[in-house]
């Protein structure tokens, strides 16, 4: 099956097989995986009382859940406690952020480093690339994983890789500019930063020779607002994906931008519902809200069995698009740790970013949570005119049935982001 027109040009095996041979594919990589996990020890004890090989998925529901908490380590500077390979196994190094106040350190072997790469070819594939696209790296090469797999997948399909580590955004245009660049790496975020940069230098981004933008690290790729107005600035197509830094890179966007595809033949996904009364999850249905619950299968050097990723999502295992692989409408629709609820109101930060970027494109605004009489509040700072933040505030309260304070910023007073943004400021705890 051919999802995206590349295949034949890259010379890719089948990697969109029809569901029932995926299944087939997953219990043989589910086996291989419990079996290097189960003579290790950190999984020594989780799975001890497993009976190997497993004969179908749905016996997968008996291993226990994972979650970052089980991961960190007391100690600064120890990796997550998966990596449990002998030190010497490991040639890559990253790290995520923690909960204890300090990074969490990731590790991979050669081989893991392989399967990283051979999972950005579906983002690839969904992005058209081939070996005449000049990619930019718009991005700060530090300890976060995400674009550094991506550079590598890049040059594996045989791009030609323009690295921006290090460069100011006017710089990183100049490049684009220079180097005839076609495709464009980066956050969201930092694709309407470009954007704003350019207008305000009399550059016409629209004009250039980009022709897909391939975001990752937030949500935005898949929101309408954010979506269209990126790929109206930059005259390109947006391409989205989705990962983690424990688990991989896991997710890409489907041909029509409305939401993200699992790579099913790398990683087993489960959608599972949370509540006081089901501390273990329960299946949701088809269009449900749940969590994202995901199995690799090919990072030997540090599985990742039933992770929960924090991530809510919506789940369709039946629809019409052209690619078989589970289909997530409107990508990540935020995290289970961030959700709010403020007077009896659910409010996920896309949903408000989805109706900020209605009224205001392009504006750097910022969301502070507080907590009074026992109730959230949010406030949204955004750089515009005063016109538009009563509008905001309109329809804010018209979308999500609550009134949300909005007040003006002065432009350029708000931080910037390169990488993934921190925009929600949560001062509950400060709040009386």
Same mark, same amino acid.
């Given at each position: 099956?051919?999802? !995206? ?9 089948? &990697? ?14 589910? !086996?291989?995986?419990?079996?290097? $996990? ?34 960190? /380590? ?35 072997? $050669? ?45 594996? &399909? ?15 245009? *100049? ?5 005839? /660049? ?18 305000? !230098? ?34 390109? %197509? ?19 931008? #409305? ?9 087993? $996904?489960?959608?599972? *519902? ?39 999502? *919506?789940?369709? &295992?039946?629809?019409?698009?052209? /690619? ?21 109101? !659910? ?29 959230? #509040? ?20 018209? %979308?999500?049935?609550? *009134? ?29």
């Amino acid at each position: 099956m051919t999802t !995206n027109g590349t295949k034949a040009e890259t010379g890719a095996i089948d &990697r969109y097989p029809p569901p029932e041979r995926c299944r087939e594919i997953q219990l043989h990589k589910l !086996n291989e995986v419990l079996a290097v $996990a189960k003579k290790r020890p950190f999984y020594a004890n989780r799975l001890g009382d497993v009976s190997l090989p497993l004969e179908s998925l749905e016996r997968l529901s008996e291993l226990p859940l994972l979650s970052k908490d089980d991961l960190l /380590c007391e100690q600064r500077g120890r990796p997550a406690k998966i990596f449990d390979a002998a030190p010497g196994d490991y040639i890559r190094m990253h790290q995520t952020s923690g909960s204890k106040g300090w990074p969490m350190p990731i590790r991979d072997t $050669a081989a893991d480093w392989r399967w990283w790469i051979d999972c950005w070819q579906y983002v690839l594939d969904a992005a058209e690339v081939t070996a005449a696209d000049v990619a930019m790296m718009a991005f700060s090469f530090g300890p976060f994983i995400g674009f550094w797999t991506a550079n590598d997948a890049l040059v594996h &399909r045989g791009a030609l890789v323009v690295p921006g580590g290090g460069m100011s955004s006017e710089a990183r245009l *100049r490049m684009i500019q220079d180097h005839r /660049c076609t495709v464009v790496c980066c956050t969201p975020t930092y694709a309407l930063h470009l954007a704003g940069v350019a207008i305000e !230098n009399g550059i016409d981004l629209a004009a250039s020779s980009v022709r897909v933008v391939i975001v990752a690290g937030e949500p935005g790729g898949s929101v309408p607002a954010v979506r269209g107005r990126i790929e109206s600035t930059w005259g390109a %197509r947006v391409v989205d994906h989705s990962g983690a830094s424990e688990v991989g890179a896991w997710g890409f966007g489907d041909a029509d931008g #409305q939401g993200l595809h699992v790579i099913e033949t790398e990683f087993i $996904a489960e959608r599972l *519902r949370f509540d006081e009364a089901h501390l273990l999850g329960t299946p949701a249905d088809d269009g449900d809200e749940a969590e994202l619950v995901l199995t690799n299968l090919g990072r030997h050097g540090g599985p990742a069995i039933r992770y929960r990723t924090g991530d809510m999502v *919506r789940g369709f &295992r039946h629809h019409d698009l052209p /690619c078989p692989f589970l289909w997530l409408r409107g990508g990540v629709l935020g995290r289970a740790d961030d959700m709010l609820i403020v007077r009896g109101v !659910n409010v996920f930060p896309s949903s408000v970013e989805a109706v900020i970027r209605e009224v205001e494109p392009s504006g750097e605004y910022r969301v502070t949570v507080t907590r009074r009489e026992q109730m959230d #509040q949010l406030k949204v700072e955004i750089e515009t005119t005063p016109e538009k933040v009563r509008a905001l505030a309109g329809h804010l309260r018209d %979308r999500l049935a609550m *009134r949300i304070e909005a007040v003006a910023a002065d432009a350029g007073s708000l931080p910037r982001f390169e990488a993934k943004a921190r925009r929600w400021i949560d001062n509950r705890q400060e709040s009386t």
